[in-house]
Nanobody
Framework: QVQLVESGGGLVQAGGSLRLSCRASAGTFTKYAIAWFRQAPGQEREFVAAISRGGGRTTYAESHKGRATISRDNYKNTVYLQMNSLRPEDTAEYHC????????????????????WGQGTQVTVSS
């Protein structure tokens, strides 16, 4: 079992950047592929990006390609989501999620795929 804690959210102006962090406080972090999802009020939770357990493979939602970068530091038990050129429509609560995976496998691309969730961190982008 892994426990995930997000941080790094906040209020930013359109065009700005934020780096979100997802830190594992328990469990064997390197067993898990990690993904970021987001959920705006009244909307379904949607996939943003994911990374394999070793960090060698990543995947992004089309809407985030070129604006987001996911990375991980397994020595720090942390996955990062760097978001640039933020837009008001990026306003949402961002959650990280984990699923046990083989090397280079990313079996977590929908909310139903996740085995573990963090509580979320709010990102608000003002126009």
């Amino acid at each position: 079992q892994v426990q995930l804690v997000e941080s790094g959210g906040g209020l930013v102006q359109a065009g700005g950047s934020l780096r979100l962090s997802c830190r594992a406080s328990a469990g064997t972090f390197t067993k898990y592929a990690i993904a970021w999802f987001r959920q705006a009020p009244g909307q379904e939770r949607e996939f943003v990006a994911a990374i394999s357990r070793g960090g060698g493979r990543t995947t992004y939602a089309e809407s985030h390609k070129g604006r987001a970068t996911i990375s991980r530091d397994n020595y720090k038990n942390t996955v990062y989501l760097q978001m640039n050129s933020l837009r008001p429509e990026d306003t949402a609560e961002y959650h990280c999620a984990g699923r046990a995976a083989a090397d280079y496998e990313i079996p977590i691309r929908t909310p139903a795929d996740a085995e573990y969730w963090g509580q979320g961190t709010q990102v608000t982008v003002s126009s």
